[in-house]
């Protein structure tokens, strides 16, 4: 089976550019999760996916990030335009169910806006 | 709100000498707890999880017991390897808002020498 899948690895971009991020779960996990991590900080929570809906978008940071999720089963991650502080490795995780159990984590993209 | 809160690091070691990576978390319910590795150029993957007080999650010789009286969740093996050179999370998943998305600790770079 394989496993969350994100691309690209690494992106380095121009501020006031545009970068468009893309995950791929595990087949058949309804359950897609964005979360973020600034340099040396906590992982956190961007937002959630049941399906092709949002469930919850409340970590998303500003309107300058919009997600979708298109037939329920990639997503994507659009950052426009990007700033500085957008820099961070950005990590997808899929699950088969909601609730108290782990989700599945990618390799994560690693953003850097100069 | 939940709050999880890892020992800072990094912490450097010799081979074979015996790991604590303190964690202790705020919640309002009854979370799961978890613990997440990143080996270097690779995506989070679980080490172990406990889903109630007084359970302990084992992995790769790691352990760690769920204590509900400290709200703790220490990381411990005894006896390190430099193939255990990663960054490891200690994260919960608490479902009272309605939400299950995870609340991660800052992470502490572990670096095992040989």
């Known amino acids: 089976e394989a496993g969350v899948t994100q691309f690209p690895s690494h992106s380095v971009i121009e501020k006031g550019q545009t970068v468009t991020l893309r995950c791929d779960p595990i087949?058949?996990?309804?359950?897609l999760y964005w979360y973020r991590r600034v340099m040396g900080k906590e992982i956190k929570f961007l937002l959630h996916f049941v399906k092709e809906s949002k469930q919850d978008e409340s970590g998303m940071p500003n309107n300058r990030f919009l997600a979708e999720r298109t037939g329920g089963t990639y997503s994507t991650l659009k950052v426009q335009p990007a700033e500085l502080e957008d820099s961070g490795v950005y990590f997808c995780?899929?699950?088969?169910?909601?609730?108290?159990?782990?989700?599945?984590f990618g390799q994560g993209t690693r953003l850097t806006v100069v | 709100g939940d709050s999880v809160t890892q020992m800072e690091g990094p912490v450097t070691l010799s081979e074979e000498a015996f790991l604590t990576i303190n964690c202790t978390y705020t919640a309002t319910g009854y979370p799961s707890l978890f613990w997440y590795v990143q080996y270097p150029g690779e995506g989070l993957q679980l080490l172990l999880k406990?889903?109630?007080?007084?359970d302990k999650g084992s992995n790769k010789g790691f352990e760690a017991t769920y204590r509900k009286e400290t709200t703790s969740f220490h990381l411990e093996k005894g006896s390190v390897q430099v193939s255990d050179s990663a960054v490891y999370f200690c994260a919960l998943i608490d479902g009272t808002s309605g939400t299950y998305k995870y609340i991660f600790g800052t992470g502490t770079r572990l670096k095992v020498l040989a």
């Open positions: 995780a899929s699950s088969r169910t909601q609730g108290m159990t782990e989700a599945f």
């Open positions: 406990a889903t109630k007080a007084d």
């Open positions: 087949s058949g996990h309804d359950n």
